[in-house]
């Protein structure tokens, strides 16, 4: 079969597959929303909006579409794949459109603490299905075909590319309010990525799925970036065995070190993560009491320096040699505190809600 062929065929057995995700809300939340937001303090202009609201289209259920995204089925009955952000907000409502224009209600089953992944379940049986496939032994080079529901407005857009690059390290926008994270180890690819394209799948010539597509650049031509598909395995394995995505934890909260940094507080080194809670709100401590950081030893003004025999800079951060260890691994860190050098060794717990305080960003927490 000849590559052109080979295009079609691949892409004709993928599409009944990829789904379109419509984000919807409640008008008395959203209008309930807005009076916290500061950008409508002016009484006129949230009539206004509210006004606008109201003649906007509505599903059968009398809610208001606020956005959408792409998803895509990896099982018959209804597991399907998308990113986190695109399921982020956890009071709105999804729904799951096929290509075919069937619409299903989907439950959100998890969101990865980390990773821009997520699954949600549709319950219907029988369905299409993507296989999923391996982003270990990538090619820069090789082929790759990206689908999805462009600008939220044309679905089953198809383009094709090839694999730009390995191991990308990002910032990401994740959501309309502009909170950002930092995305590595990312599929870089020349395929045309659009808004609206956010969580459909990236697949080989073979048909297999070997990333879910994540973000783009703005500014830039045809650079875009997938998530690979490893991360997802791994947190469906979490739910079949746990049935939630379990994350490793020690409990401290930090801020990489710099140049800068070093000159402005007068600290011995310029690399390293400092371990303090400046910028939290009023009580929220550096060391989260009972962590395993704290049972470890670790105190607020520390300078942890290695992990595990690795230099920590910028470049390689704490939250970059933890995510590489398991829940109930230990790590040897270098501490540095009051000019002394220090070993610690430390357990990684898993993050909880009896761990983790909802008001702190999860990039500020290890």
């Known amino acids: 079969m000849d590559y ?11 599409l009944p597959a990829v789904v379109s995700i419509v984000i919807t809300k409640d008008l008395e939340q959203i209008t309930s929303e807005l009076s916290f937001n500061p950008m409508f303090n002016n009484p006129y202009d949230r009539a206004f909006l509210e006004s606008k609201l109201r003649e906007a289209p509505k599903d059968e259920h009398g809610r208001i579409k606020i956005g959408g995204g792409s998803g895509f089925i990896i099982s018959p009955d209804g597991i399907v794949l998308t990113n986190k952000h695109v399921v982020m907000d956890t009071k709105s409502e999804y729904g799951v459109i096929m290509g075919g224009g069937k619409k299903y209600d989907a439950e959100v089953l998890a969101r990865d603490p980390l990773n821009d992944v997520a ?20 090619e820069l080079g090789q082929t790759v075909i990206a689908i999805g529901n462009a600008l939220n407005e044309f679905q089953n857009t198809v383009s094709t590319g090839v694999v730009s690059g390995l191991s990308r390290l990002i910032t990401a926008t994740t959501d309309i309010a502009g909170h950002q994270e930092r995305l590595k180890g990312l599929i870089q690819t020349d395929a045309a990525i659009n808004p609206g394209n956010s969580g459909g799948p990236m ?22 970036f997938a998530i690979p598909i490893e991360r997802a395995k791994a947190d469906l394995e979490e739910i079949k065995k746990y049935g939630r995505i379990r994350r490793p934890f020690i409990g401290l909260r930090h801020i990489m070190l710099n140049q800068i940094l070093k000159d402005r507080f007068h600290l ?4 390293g993560a400092l371990i303090m809670s400046e910028g939290l709100p009023q009580g929220e401590t550096a060391v989260i009491p009972n962590s ?19 230099d920590i800079n910028e470049e390689n951060t704490l939250e970059d040699q933890l995510s590489n260890l398991k829940i109930g691994d230990a790590a040897k860190l270098t501490v540095l505190r009051e000019g002394k050098k220090l070993e610690k060794k430390i357990v990684l717990g898993e993050i909880n809600k009896q761990t983790l305080s909802a008001d702190v960003p999860q990039k500020e927490t290890d």
Do not use: H
Not at 4 to 14: D, G
Not at 133 to 138: H, Q, T, Y
Not at 268 to 271: A, D, K, R, T, Y
Not at 292 to 310: T, Y
């Open 119 to 138: 699954i949600i379940k549709i319950k219907a049986k029988g369905l299409p299905y993507l296989e999923l496939g391996s982003a270990l032994n990538l």
């Open 292 to 310: 395993p950081a704290e049972k470890a030893g670790i105190k607020e003004f520390d300078i942890i320096l290695r992990c595990n025999n690795k």
């Open 4 to 14: 052109e062929q080979k295009i079609i065929s691949v892409t004709k057995k993928a």
């Open 203 to 224: 697949i080989n010539l073979d048909g297999k799925v070997i990333g879910i597509n994540s973000a783009i650049v703005f500014g830039a031509q045809n650079i875009g």
């Open 268 to 271: 011995p080194v310029e690399n």
